[in-house]
């Protein structure tokens, strides 16, 4: 959803969101059940989560579980062994 309006539907792994807007996320099942809405937080790099709350991570995910040597476009998994957190990077 964008600013609370429904924006689209896809199956692809990343998305383009325009800045000063406020974007969430659901997950949809076969019969078509949507997930709570999660707000999406973006950032351009690992280090800028870092600097924002202190949580370093130590392992970065796919959304298909996939561990990655860093961060990429779209939406990563990132750890920190006891913690993990949702974070959408996008070009600049």
């Given amino acids: ?3 609370g309006k429904v924006e689209g539907f896809t199956t692809a792994t990343s998305c383009e969101y325009a800045a000063g807007n406020t974007y969430s996320i659901q997950a949809a099942n076969e019969f078509g059940g949507l997930s709570e809405a999660a707000k999406v937080d973006t950032a351009t790099g690992v280090e800028n989560i870092e600097k924002a709350d202190g949580f370093v991570p130590n392992a970065v995910y796919s959304l298909d579980g ?6 990429a476009r779209g939406i990563n998994i990132l750890t920190d062994g006891k913690t993990a957190k949702k974070v959408v990077l996008k070009d600049k």
Avoid: E
């Fill in 66 to 71: 996939t561990r990655q040597t860093k961060a």
């Fill in 1 to 3: 959803t964008k600013n």
